[in-house]
């Protein structure tokens, strides 16, 4: 299984960044996606996640209304679009498959397969 980030990048505040997380190896449409991010010196956190059909979304309160979660299961890709980006942003992002497949859970636990994570860097 592999899950390749993208999109990661040096964006102003009040910008938009789009990551992208490609997965191989493994029955995408059986996988909730989810995306988390470790800024420096803190703990990894939630961000968002979508069910495996992609009718479900969750979000952190901190990014509800300028981030959005999709998922393309054509490409077997999870996408998280970024606006109205803020400072505290700044982050490494990782994306996450959840075999539960709901889109519900926001613990690191309940995820198996991770990507490598991409910086994103939001300046003021």
């Known amino acids: 299984v592999q899950l390749q980030a993208s999109g990661g990048g040096l964006a102003q505040a009040g910008g938009s960044l789009r990551l992208s997380c490609a997965a191989s190896?493994?029955?995408?449409?059986?996988?909730?996606m989810g995306w988390f991010r470790r800024a420096s010196g803190k703990e990894r956190e939630f961000v968002a996640a979508?069910?495996?059909?992609?009718?479900?979304?969750n979000y952190a309160n901190s990014v509800k209304g300028r981030f959005t979660i999709s998922r393309d299961a054509a490409k077997n890709t999870a996408s998280l679009q970024m606006n109205s980006l803020k400072p505290e942003d700044t982050a490494i992002y990782f994306c996450?498959?959840?075999?539960?497949?709901?889109?519900?859970?926001?613990?690191?636990?309940?995820?198996?397969?991770w990507g490598q994570g991409t910086l994103v860097t939001v300046s003021s």
């Open positions: 996450a498959a959840d075999p539960r497949g709901t889109g519900w859970a926001t613990t690191s636990s309940a995820y198996d397969y």
């Open positions: 190896g493994l029955t995408f449409s059986s996988y909730a």
């Open positions: 979508i069910s495996r059909s992609g009718r479900s979304t």
